[in-house]
T-cell receptor, first 110, second 114 residues
């Protein structure tokens, strides 16, 4: 059973600051890693994916992957009020199912 | 931009009734999935479907659940005899490729079982 852990509680950041989110996973064979954003009552929206160790940048978002330590992180630079949402970490192994973490709520304070 | 669509947006049903949730995948996508999210809980995988057959299913996807692609466009999830604990958001997701497999989610159907 793959486990994806997102343990930190709600994160409050001032507008313009950097929000940092972490995720760990248990299945060392995991191949692909995704960050989804979910607004309250809405569906998950794919914002980043990363497959190789290191950093991947897309606009204000940077995903970081460290397979040896089995963690993946997401940085949100220049945080905006519209970034206030729950961020879900998802991991895919050898099959096609995604295993999701419980999510981290981010609140950007104007 | 192509999107996954789902109908209905909200379904209320009595316990023991059958429901069918519908999804229209992104047109060139070949891999289809159903997930559910009970209020306040994680998104959970139910089933994946490719080439007109189930490729994988979770422990949740028992005999009361079934999926099909009846007409080449819709992808449906049927729950034969709903239980109170089936109340959840049900999301359809689709992917254009296997392997790395970015999955795009539809807006969801909120199922309420009374």
């Amino acid at each position: 059973q793959k486990e994806v852990e997102q343990n930190s509680g709600p994160l409050s950041v001032p507008e313009g600051a950097i929000a940092s989110l972490n995720c760990t996973y248990s299945d060392r064979g995991s191949q692909s890693f995704f960050w989804y954003r979910q607004y309250s009552g809405k569906s998950p929206e794919l914002i980043m994916f990363i497959y190789s160790n290191g950093d991947k940048e897309d606009g204000r978002f940077t995903a970081q992957l460290n397979k040896a330590s089995q963690y993946v992180s997401l940085l949100i630079r220049d945080s905006q009020p519209s970034d206030s949402a729950t961020y879900l970490c998802a991991v895919k192994g050898g099959n096609n199912r995604l295993a999701f973490g419980k999510g981290n709520q981010v609140v950007v304070i104007p | 931009e192509p999107e996954v669509t789902q109908t209905p947006s909200h379904q209320v049903t009595q316990m023991g009734q059958e429901v069918i949730l519908r999804c229209v995948p992104i047109s060139n996508h070949l891999y289809f999935y159903w997930y559910r999210q009970i209020l306040g809980q994680k998104v959970e995988f139910l089933v994946s479907f490719y080439n007109n057959e189930i490729s994988e299913k979770s422990e949740i996807f028992d005999d009361q659940f079934s999926v099909e692609r009846p007409d080449g466009s819709n992808f449906t999830l049927k729950i034969r005899s709903t239980k109170l604990e089936d109340s959840a958001m049900y999301f359809c997701a689709t992917s254009g490729r296997a392997g790395f497999n970015e999955q795009f989610f539809g807006p969801g159907t909120r199922l309420t079982v009374l």
